[in-house]
């Protein structure tokens, strides 16, 4: 049987809706089904443009707003050759934030010029999710999980705009089709069981189809 890729799952969601768990959680249950599983998240703060993207959101520097935009792009430009690669040798990548949130946070700062679409351009031709679990949660409920408002976007109507413009990127963007939506309201096992079974549907169908790692 010729060798099976990995495959690329993201989390998506607005800050403290739990991604961080539940990709724990995700990338635990694969590691003992027998899956070789790669756990990365976006910003990865490791890297020097990382390091300069947490500097901005801890509030220890500023940037103009499309830079900023860009060094968060880069900061995944970085790994894309890593990410195909791991796929590619049949390891499966779990992230935590990807381009969405690249996408939806910097539109979501309601800057002119800024917009989806513009804010889409620089990830044209990183590695595709197969599926992208958006976990969903009203700002207010996010709120009550505590540490909120510690970062930059951390506020109520900044996170109320990201969720609707999540919304937005589901209903007209490209990315519809890889857009599966978790109410993530509930109790955490609940929310993990159905992280689950949206996994086993996205894997199959790449299983099934024998469909290549796409490019956005
Ligand atoms: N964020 C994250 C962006 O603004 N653009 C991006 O491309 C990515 C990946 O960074 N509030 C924002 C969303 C979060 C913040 O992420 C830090 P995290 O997952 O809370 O460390
Ligand atoms: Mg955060």
Known sequence: MASKRGK???????????????CER???HLRHQGQKVEHMRFPDRTTPIGKMISNYLSGQTQQEDHVIHLLFTANRWELAKAIESFVKEGTTVVVDRYYYSGCVYTAAKGVSGLGLDWCRQPEVGLPRPDVCIFLDIAAEEAAKRGGYGEERYERKEMQDRV???F????????????????DAGRGVED???AIQKAAVKA????????????KV
């Open 8 to 22: 690329l799952i993201v989390f998506e969601g607005l800050d403290r809706s739990g991604k961080s768990t539940q």
């Open 26 to 28: 995700l990338v635990t």
């Open 163 to 165: 969720r609707e413009l």
């Open 167 to 182: 919304g937005e990127l589901r209903e007209h963007h490209d990315e519809r089709e890889d857009i599966v939506v978790i």
């Open 191 to 193: 929310v993990e069981e």
């Open 203 to 214: 894997w199959d169908v790449v299983e099934q189809s024998g469909l290549p790692l796409r």
